[in-house]
Nanobody, 122 residues
Framework: QVHLVESGGDLVQPGGSLRLSCSAS????????IGWFRQAPGKEREGVSS????????YYADSVKDRFTISRNSAENTVYLQMNRLKPEDTGVYYC???????????????WGKGTSVTVSS
């Protein structure tokens, strides 16, 4: 059974940084596309970043490019999201997700974590 467990969410001031972690069990993360979605209050869940298994290429939503960095530690079977220069609009619940296919959409995800909350506020 696949389990994705997120951690690292917190309250942070604008301009600050956080590092989210997603620890996986029941699946080997380097074999599949894995990454992060987020859901702000009252909004739909959106893709933030993912990393592909075949070429290690990382993808980012335009809103987080040059501020967020995704990485994968195959030995630990863990994926990280380093978030810098955080903005209030980055507030939301961040979900780790894994897709067995090549689609990085809500419907294309095969497994979800339960999420970790990020609040960016002064």
């Amino acid at each position: 059974q696949v389990h994705l467990v997120e951690s690292g969410g917190d309250l942070v001031q604008p301009g600050g940084s956080l590092r989210l972690s997603c620890s996986a069990s029941g699946v080997i993360v380097r074999y599949y596309r894995i990454g992060w979605f987020r859901q702000a209050p009252g909004k739909e869940r959106e893709g933030v970043s993912s990393i592909r298994s075949d070429n290690d290429r990382a993808y980012y939503a335009d809103s987080v490019k040059d501020r967020f960095t995704i990485s994968r530690n195959s030995a630990e079977n863990t994926v990280y999201l380093q978030m810098n220069r955080l903005k209030p609009e980055d507030t939301g619940v961040y979900y780790c997700a894994i897709s067995y296919g090549d689609s990085w959409t809500y419907d294309g995800v095969d497994h979800w974590g339960k999420g970790t909350s990020v609040t960016v506020s002064s």
